[in-house]
Nanobody
Framework: QLQLVESGGGLVQPGGSLRLSCAAS????????MGWFRQAPGKEREGVSC????????NYADSVKGRFTISRDNAKSTVYLQMNSLKPEDTGIYYC?????????????????WGKGTLVTVSS
Protein backbone atom coordinates (compact mmCIF):
# COMPACT_ATOMS: atom_id res chain seq x y z
CA GLN A 1 0.00 0.00 0.00
CA LEU A 2 1.27 3.44 -0.93
CA GLN A 3 2.15 5.79 1.91
CA LEU A 4 2.58 9.52 1.40
CA VAL A 5 4.35 12.02 3.65
CA GLU A 6 4.29 15.76 2.94
CA SER A 7 6.94 18.21 4.12
CA GLY A 8 8.12 21.75 3.47
CA GLY A 9 5.27 23.74 4.94
CA GLY A 10 5.77 26.68 7.24
CA LEU A 11 5.23 30.38 7.82
CA VAL A 12 6.12 32.71 4.97
CA GLN A 13 5.49 36.36 4.23
CA PRO A 14 3.28 37.43 1.32
CA GLY A 15 5.30 37.33 -1.89
CA GLY A 16 7.56 34.61 -0.56
CA SER A 17 8.14 31.06 -1.75
CA LEU A 18 7.93 27.54 -0.40
CA ARG A 19 8.66 24.15 -1.90
CA LEU A 20 6.51 21.27 -0.73
CA SER A 21 7.63 17.68 -1.09
CA CYS A 22 5.60 14.48 -1.03
CA ALA A 23 7.66 11.38 -0.36
CA ALA A 24 6.09 8.05 -1.27
CA SER A 25 6.90 4.63 0.06
CA UNK A 26 5.59 1.30 -1.14
CA UNK A 27 4.73 0.57 -4.78
CA UNK A 28 6.54 2.39 -7.57
CA UNK A 29 5.37 5.99 -7.73
CA UNK A 30 5.32 5.86 -11.52
CA UNK A 31 2.14 3.80 -11.36
CA UNK A 32 0.18 6.74 -9.93
CA UNK A 33 -1.12 10.06 -11.13
CA MET A 34 -0.53 12.54 -8.33
CA GLY A 35 -2.21 15.64 -7.00
CA TRP A 36 -1.84 18.42 -4.49
CA PHE A 37 -4.87 19.66 -2.58
CA ARG A 38 -5.37 22.27 0.11
CA GLN A 39 -7.92 23.07 2.76
CA ALA A 40 -8.17 26.59 4.09
CA PRO A 41 -9.71 27.27 7.50
CA GLY A 42 -13.48 26.99 7.29
CA LYS A 43 -13.45 25.91 3.65
CA GLU A 44 -13.71 22.65 1.74
CA ARG A 45 -10.66 20.90 0.39
CA GLU A 46 -9.83 21.91 -3.19
CA GLY A 47 -7.55 20.62 -5.91
CA VAL A 48 -4.50 22.79 -6.50
CA SER A 49 -2.48 20.91 -9.10
CA CYS A 50 -2.07 17.44 -10.53
CA UNK A 51 0.43 15.57 -12.69
CA UNK A 52 0.19 12.45 -14.82
CA UNK A 53 2.16 9.27 -14.18
CA UNK A 54 5.03 10.22 -16.46
CA UNK A 55 4.88 13.94 -15.71
CA UNK A 56 3.87 15.01 -19.21
CA UNK A 57 0.38 16.22 -18.34
CA UNK A 58 -0.17 18.94 -15.76
CA ASN A 59 -3.15 20.82 -14.43
CA TYR A 60 -3.47 23.86 -12.18
CA ALA A 61 -6.34 25.55 -10.42
CA ASP A 62 -6.97 29.03 -11.84
CA SER A 63 -6.05 30.58 -8.50
CA VAL A 64 -2.46 29.28 -8.67
CA LYS A 65 -1.66 29.36 -12.39
CA GLY A 66 1.58 31.16 -13.09
CA ARG A 67 2.65 30.97 -9.43
CA PHE A 68 2.80 27.24 -8.59
CA THR A 69 4.69 24.49 -10.39
CA ILE A 70 4.16 20.78 -9.87
CA SER A 71 6.85 18.24 -10.74
CA ARG A 72 7.80 14.69 -9.92
CA ASP A 73 10.88 12.50 -9.73
CA ASN A 74 9.74 8.91 -9.97
CA ALA A 75 13.25 7.61 -9.34
CA LYS A 76 13.20 9.40 -5.98
CA SER A 77 9.53 8.57 -5.35
CA THR A 78 8.83 12.24 -4.71
CA VAL A 79 6.40 14.84 -5.98
CA TYR A 80 7.03 18.56 -5.53
CA LEU A 81 4.99 21.73 -5.46
CA GLN A 82 6.98 24.92 -5.93
CA MET A 83 4.93 27.85 -4.68
CA ASN A 84 6.00 31.38 -5.57
CA SER A 85 4.41 34.80 -5.04
CA LEU A 86 2.44 33.42 -2.14
CA LYS A 87 -0.67 35.22 -0.98
CA PRO A 88 -2.53 35.11 2.36
CA GLU A 89 -5.34 33.23 0.61
CA ASP A 90 -2.88 30.38 -0.09
CA THR A 91 -2.90 29.60 3.62
CA GLY A 92 -4.10 26.12 4.48
CA ILE A 93 -3.18 22.51 4.98
CA TYR A 94 -1.67 21.05 1.81
CA TYR A 95 -2.23 17.39 1.04
CA CYS A 96 -0.59 15.07 -1.43
CA UNK A 97 -2.72 12.33 -3.03
CA UNK A 98 -2.28 9.44 -5.46
CA UNK A 99 -4.58 7.94 -8.09
CA UNK A 100 -3.79 4.36 -9.06
CA UNK A 101 -6.55 4.00 -11.65
CA UNK A 102 -5.87 6.87 -14.03
CA UNK A 103 -3.64 5.68 -16.84
CA UNK A 104 -3.28 8.96 -18.75
CA UNK A 105 -3.56 12.57 -17.72
CA UNK A 106 -4.66 13.59 -14.23
CA UNK A 107 -7.74 14.78 -12.39
CA UNK A 108 -8.71 15.77 -8.88
CA UNK A 109 -11.39 13.13 -8.40
CA UNK A 110 -10.89 9.50 -7.49
CA UNK A 111 -7.74 9.75 -5.41
CA UNK A 112 -6.96 6.50 -3.63
CA UNK A 113 -4.23 7.46 -1.15
CA TRP A 114 -3.70 10.60 0.93
CA GLY A 115 -0.98 12.03 3.08
CA LYS A 116 -1.65 13.70 6.41
CA GLY A 117 -0.83 17.18 5.16
CA THR A 118 1.56 20.01 5.85
CA LEU A 119 0.53 23.47 7.04
CA VAL A 120 1.30 26.54 4.97
CA THR A 121 0.71 29.94 6.54
CA VAL A 122 1.16 33.10 4.51
CA SER A 123 1.15 36.12 6.77
CA SER A 124 3.11 39.23 7.56
Amino acid sequence: QLQLVESGGGLVQPGGSLRLSCAASGPTLGYYAMGWFRQAPGKEREGVSCISRGGGRLNYADSVKGRFTISRDNAKSTVYLQMNSLKPEDTGIYYCAADRHRVSGCDYGGMDYWGKGTLVTVSS
